[in-house]
């Protein structure tokens, strides 16, 4: 304590922090513009570890510009002390449904039926992932046994895969919503374009593999040995040998990293190609003091 | 801003080749990914680059975190089969800690990096940390065994005697440490390609910051895109810095028609055959990855 006095001293400090910090809360509550439109999004915690949640926190900066510019966080047992399950713009599933929990069962259904776009986040919530190795019969609930990805119980409209997901893709997907559900007619149309092959992975099914990868693309003639399956892999399990994936298929989790991954799954040539336009929007998206509405 | 729909969009195009005499005496043509990338690495652009480095075995490619002069000129020169390069991408921001990752590679894996960008998928930290792409021309890619039976059993040259190989006017061509050249028409090659490459629809990598290739450029020189803002600032910088010379590409043989005429071709043959896909069985598609 002596030590930082004596260095505060030095640098003339003594005292002023404090008020500085205090002119910098008035002059912050003092908006410009009141933000009336913004989304609201709510995160459900199933049956997961929370790391999809950290992963939405990992966003640092941008995620406090998401939720000062675009949208409320109006449901997160964590971060947001709202008991229900509220009417939602985007609801945020993380983890998979326990079957024999009446509670869980009960929250999914009615996340559905409070959201207008349900979001599957990270691959529990998508396909299972680890759960799918859950065998039960341990304290203090042996009876809870079997996990289910939410599709598996209800309608999903959007896959974000990953084990965690990545920080970026929650973003970019935040940002989407906010864009399809409040923007103009063109940025409408780019959310719309930029959401599609993750809609599209939501109707394909619950299920993730390596597998993938062998059956629909690889035996579909379609893999070019990019490395990218590998790269995207959370648990190394995918080696290239003479320039074709090879899986160590006891070590996948079913997370399906790889197949969303793989630029042969999809590539939508109406969105990828506009990359760099399209991470402007983005970045200006998120810029630091700018608000957009 | 250019745009066309075979070359993709370009800033600008030009014909440029290397002043760094080390890097030409063993570059597949005017040594420009190599000199790009060891300029951005020199100057801290980039961290460190992926690069396709020495395999196990001879002409056996192998994707290398290069973060040095020297590691990035080992990769120096074609090598006609997969390396995969971005099998490395998540891991060089992890394991090497790279904060600024430089990436080449062919137009598929330049189609991956952006891909991994826009839909991060398990690609934590990738999208904000790829710093500088180079991706070159492809036409098609061979599986190694594939190479060897055009090497060995068409050529009859032995693969660890070779010293250079090369796709160029209608041939394969096979150089010997001893002075042999041996050529195998394309017409022979075609069956041993990698099928992934037959949907492939891009020919001059249109998804890298900077692609390059021989084909347009007279021998020794390569024809250089410069497609996005980041690639043009370090292109710009390059160029002042005296890292290459460069003629415009209207004044050089054979010039923008031939690379025109090249890519429409691939891209047409594989606009086909993603068509015949739909048809391919009895009310049975072959699965479309741009649908």
Known sequence: ?293 | MIEDPYLGKYISCVSARSTDREILKKAQDGGIATTLMVYALEEGMIDGTIVAGEGDRPWQPKPVVAMTREDILKARGTKYSISPQISWLKEATRSFGLDKVGVTGVCCQMQAVRKAQLYPINMRDVPDKVAFTVGLFCMENFPYKSMQSIVEDHAAQSLGSVKKMEITKGKFWVYTERGNVATVPLKATHKYEQPGCHVCLDYVSNLADISTGSVGSPDGWSTVFIRTKKGNEIWSKAVAAGMFETKPIEDVKPGLDLLKKLAKEKIDKNQKTIEERKTFGVNKALRNPYA
């Not at chain 1, 009336?36 to 950290?54: D, R």
């Not at chain 1, 149309?189 to 993938?212: E, H, I, Q, S, V």
């Not at chain 1, 070590?251 to 793989?262: E, F, P």
Request: aromatic share 6%; proline share 5%.
């Open chain 1, 1 to 293: 304590m002596g030590l930082l006095n004596s260095i505060k001293k030095i640098m003339g400090w003594e005292a002023k922090p404090a008020q500085v910090a205090m002119e910098k809360k008035v002059e912050a509550t003092k908006e410009i513009k009141p933000v009336t439109n913004k989304i609201k999004i709510g995160h459900v915690h199933m049956s997961g570890c929370t790391g999809c949640l950290v992963s939405l926190a990992d966003n640092n900066l941008g995620l406090i510009k998401i939720l000062d510019d675009y949208a409320d966080l109006v449901y997160c047992l964590t971060l947001a002390d709202v008991r229900n399950i509220p009417e939602m713009d985007v609801a945020l599933v993380e983890g998979s449904v326990c079957i024999q929990d009446k509670e869980s069962v009960e929250d999914i259904k009615e996340t559905r039926k409070k959201s207008k776009i349900v979001v599957a986040l990270g691959s529990c919530a998508s396909y299972g992932n680890i759960t799918r190795f859950s065998r039960g019969g341990q304290h203090n609930q042996p009876q809870h046994e079997s996990f289910l990805p939410i599709g598996d119980i209800i309608d999903v409209d959007v896959y974000i895969p990953g084990c965690p997901p990545s920080p970026e893709l929650i973003r970019n997907v935040a940002v989407m919503a906010y864009l399809l559900l409040e923007g103009n007619e063109d940025q409408k149309a780019l959310a719309g374009k930029y959401l599609k092959p993750l809609m599209d992975l939501a109707k394909r099914g619950t299920t993730g593999c390596f597998c993938d990868l062998m059956n629909d693309v690889i035996n579909q003639g379609l893999c070019m040995g990019c490395g990218t399956c590998a790269a995207s892999c959370p648990v190394r399990a995918i080696t290239l040998e003479f320039g074709k994936p090879q899986g160590e298929r006891d070590l996948c989790i079913k997370c399906g990293s790889c197949y969303g991954a793989c630029p042969r799954s999809f590539f939508n040539l109406d969105v990828i190609p506009e990359f760099e336009s399209i991470s402007e929007i983005i970045a200006g998206a998120l810029k630091e003091g700018e608000s957009d509405d």
